[in-house]
C-alpha cells in the first residue's frame, strides 16, 4: 500500500471515530441456452475489450483466525465454487461446451469473466461472432415466451424469486422450483455449511449457517436473513445464494446465485457502525410529502468493514461490487433493518486503478484534488445505507416496488440509494456528525465516480443509474465541461439544487409504483449521449480499466 493511500485509509479511520447484482424441460437446469458451435474466433472488433479489467490478488490477513476458523473459511470457498456452477446453469447453461469451443485463449478467458459470450460492460453485446443477442430472461423463462403469454398465465407466485419458467410435456408454462432444477448442487453446498457451521466459533454464525443449508432446500429464506442480521462479532462472513434480480432483464424478478467469502475487519466495522443510528432521523428528513416516506426501517441496521476473499456466480460476472446492503426481503428490512458491508479491499483497488486516472482525465485540474479516497468511501458506504430510505411498498397497496417497477426496478433503486447517498453526507455534515475534509470533496468525487459507473454499460442497473444521473445533471446545469480541455467542473450551488430535485423524482416515482411513467423516464436520460461517448472513449484510449477481475482461491489465501 503507498503511503497517500494509507494516510487516506488512517483519515478515514479517524473521520469514522469522530463521528463521521434454449430452455430446457423442467427436469434439466443444465442445457445451453443456444446449441454450442464448432470452434469460435473473437469478432474482430473484440480484442481490445479484452483489456478493460485490471487483475487483482485477493489476499487477506488470516493471521488472527484460528486453524479451525482457517479450515472454515476452506469449506465456504468450497460451497462458493457450487454456486458458481449454478449461476453458469441460470445465464448460459454448459460452461465447458462454451469453453471448449473457443480457440483464442483471450477470448476463452473473457467468456469466463463475462460467464457466457455477451461482453456485460458493453450492454451484452455478444462478442463471439456466432451468438446473438442475450435473452432479457437469461435462462429463467422459455426462449420462446412473449411477455403477453406470461402475463396472460394465471398462476400464484409467479413473479417469485425462486423458481425457473419452463414448460412441460405440453408445452404450458410450469414454475420449477430452484431446489428441484438445482437439487444435486444444492444438495452439496448444504453439506459444507453445516460442516462449516460445527467449526464456527461464533454461535450466531454456526446458526446462521444451519439455516442458510435449510433455506437453500426449502426455498425459504426468511428465517435465514433473520438470523443473518442477529450475528454482530463472527470475524468470517459469507453470503451465499440466490440474492440479486439485476440477471432478469425482461421483469427483475428472479434471483441469480452468488457468493461472497469476507474477512471482518472487526475495528473498521466498530467504527464505522455509529452511523446506523441516524437512519430514523434521516428518512423523516426526506424532500418528499410525508407518505414517501412513512415506512420507516428497522433500527437493527449496521456498518461493517471486509476484506473480500473469494467471490462467485453473479457478484464474480461483469463488475465487480464494492459494498453490499442485505438482506432484500422488504420484510426483514422493515423489521429489522439491513446490514451494510464496506469490502475495503477491493475498493482501494478500484480507487487507485481506475478512479484516480478517470479524474486525471475529466475532472478540471482545480477540482482534482477533491477527489479523495475518504470520500469514495464514504459515497460508496452511504449509498448502500441509502437502500434503506424511502419506501418498499407502492403508495396504493399494489405491492412492492420492486414488483410494480418490474425489469427498471434495479436501476432505479441503484439511482435513489446513489443520490441519497449524497443527501446523508449532506445532511451529516450539517448536523457535526462528519466533520473530517469537506463537502466539496464528496461532490467532485461523485462526479468522478459517475463516469466510472457509466462505464458498465445500459445492462447494468449501477450503469444505467449513472446514466440517468448524468444526463440529469447535465440538464440541471449541475456541472460544466470546458470545451478546450474537455473536463468537467462540478458547479455548487445548482448541483445541490440538482441533489434535492433527484432524489424527490426518484422517491415519488418508486412510492407511485408507475410502471409507465418510470419506463419513459429511463427512456429518455438512461442513454449516452455523443459528448459523453467521446470522452469515454478518451479514458479507453488511455487503457484505463473499467473494472477488476479477481486471482482467488484457496491456494492465493495459502490454506
Not at 486453524?67 to 476452506?74: A, I, L, S
Not at 486525471?360 to 464514504?378: H, N
Not at 414488483?403 to 448536523?431: F, N, P, T
Request: hydrophobic share 40%.
Amino acid at each position: 500500500m503507498n503511503r497517500t493511500v494509507f494516510v487516506a485509509l488512517f483519515s478515514l479511520l479517524s473521520l469514522a471515530a469522530c463521528g463521521r447484482s434454449p430452455a430446457p424441460e423442467p427436469e434439466s437446469a443444465a442445457a445451453p441456452a443456444t446449441t454450442p458451435q464448432p470452434a469460435i474466433e473473437a469478432a474482430e472488433a473484440a480484442p481490445s475489450r479484452f483489456d478493460i479489467y485490471a487483475s487483482v490478488r485477493l489476499t487477506a490477513d488470516l493471521s488472527h483466525l484460528s486453524d479451525q476458523q482457517k479450515k472454515m473459511v476452506g469449506l465456504l470457498i468450497d460451497a462458493a465454487t457450487i454456486t458458481d456452477n449454478i449461476f453458469w446453469q441460470q445465464v448460459w447453461g454448459d460452461r465447458e461446451a462454451l469453453l471448449a469451443g473457443i480457440e483464442d485463449p483471450r477470448a476463452r478467458q473473457f467468456a469466463i469473466v463475462n460467464y457466457g459470450p455477451w461482453d456485460r460492460l458493453e450492454n451484452d453485446k455478444p462478442f463471439l461472432e456466432q451468438y446473438g443477442p442475450r435473452p432479457p430472461g437469461a435462462r429463467f423463462y422459455p426462449e420462446d415466451m412473449s411477455k403477453e403469454e406470461f402475463e396472460a398465465w394465471q398462476q400464484p407466485g409467479k413473479d417469485g424469486q425462486y423458481s425457473l419458467v419452463r414448460r412441460n410435456a405440453e408445452g404450458q408454462l410450469t414454475l420449477v422450483p430452484y431446489s428441484a432444477a438445482f437439487a444435486e448442487e444444492i444438495d452439496q453446498i448444504a453439506v459444507q455449511l453445516r460442516q462449516a457451521a460445527t467449526l464456527a466459533e461464533d454461535p450466531e454464525f454456526a446458526r446462521y449457517l444451519d439455516l442458510r443449508a435449510t433455506a437453500l432446500l426449502t426455498d425459504d429464506y426468511q428465517a435465514s436473513d433473520m438470523a443473518w442480521m442477529d450475528m454482530k462479532n463472527n470475524p468470517v462472513e459469507i453470503v451465499i445464494g440466490p440474492i440479486e434480480t439485476y440477471q432478469d432483464a425482461l421483469y427483475g424478478y428472479r434471483a441469480a446465485f452468488e457468493t461472497f467469502v469476507l474477512i471482518k475487519d472487526m475495528a473498521w466495522s466498530e467504527r464505522l457502525a455509529r452511523f446506523a443510528q441516524y437512519m430514523p432521523e434521516l428518512q423523516r428528513g426526506l424532500p418528499v410529502p410525508d407518505e414517501y416516506k412513512a415506512e420507516m426501517a428497522g433500527t437493527d441496521a449496521d456498518l461493517n468493514a471486509y476484506d473480500v476473499v473469494y467471490v462467485a456466480g453473479d457478484s464474480n460476472s461483469g463488475s465487480k461490487t464494492i459494498a453490499i446492503n442485505l438482506p432484500n426481503d422488504e420484510e426483514v428490512q422493515l423489521s429489522k433493518g439491513t446490514r451494510r458491508l464496506q469490502l475495503k479491499n477491493a475498493m482501494l483497488a478500484k480507487f487507485n486503478q481506475i478512479l484516480v486516472p478517470i479524474a486525471d482525465e475529466l475532472i478540471a485540474d482545480d477540482q482534482r484534488p477533491y477527489v479523495t479516497f475518504d470520500s469514495f468511501f464514504g459515497n460508496t458506504m452511504f449509498h448502500e445505507v441509502a437502500h434503506g430510505l424511502g419506501i418498499k411498498n407502492t403508495l396504493d397497496g399494489a405491492g412492492t416496488v420492486r414488483q410494480a417497477l418490474k425489469e427498471h426496478a434495479s436501476a432505479l433503486e441503484e439511482g435513489k440509494a446513489d443520490i441519497l447517498g449524497l443527501y446523508m453526507v449532506q445532511k451529516l455534515r450539517e448536523m457535526g456528525e462528519i466533520t473530517e475534509g469537506e463537502l466539496m470533496n464528496d461532490y467532485v468525487t461523485f462526479m468522478a465516480g459517475i463516469f466510472r459507473s457509466i462505464r458498465f454499460g445500459a445492462s447494468s442497473a449501477h450503469g444505467r443509474a449513472n446514466m440517468i444521473r448524468f444526463n440529469y445533471f447535465s440538464n440541471a446545469g449541475a456541472f460544466s465541461r470546458d470545451e478546450t480541455t474537455g473536463k468537467y467542473r462540478v458547479e455548487v450551488p445548482v448541483f445541490e439544487q440538482a441533489v434535492r430535485d433527484l432524489s424527490q423524482e426518484l422517491l415519488v416515482l418508486q412510492g407511485n409504483g408507475d410502471y409507465d411513467a418510470v419506463a419513459a423516464f429511463v427512456a429518455e436520460l438512461g442513454n449516452v449521449g455523443g459528448q459523453l461517448q467521446a470522452d469515454l472513449d478518451r479514458l479507453a484510449a488511455q487503457r484505463i480499466p473499467v473494472d477488476i477481475v479477481y486471482e482467488q482461491g484457496k491456494e492465493v489465501l495459502g490454506l
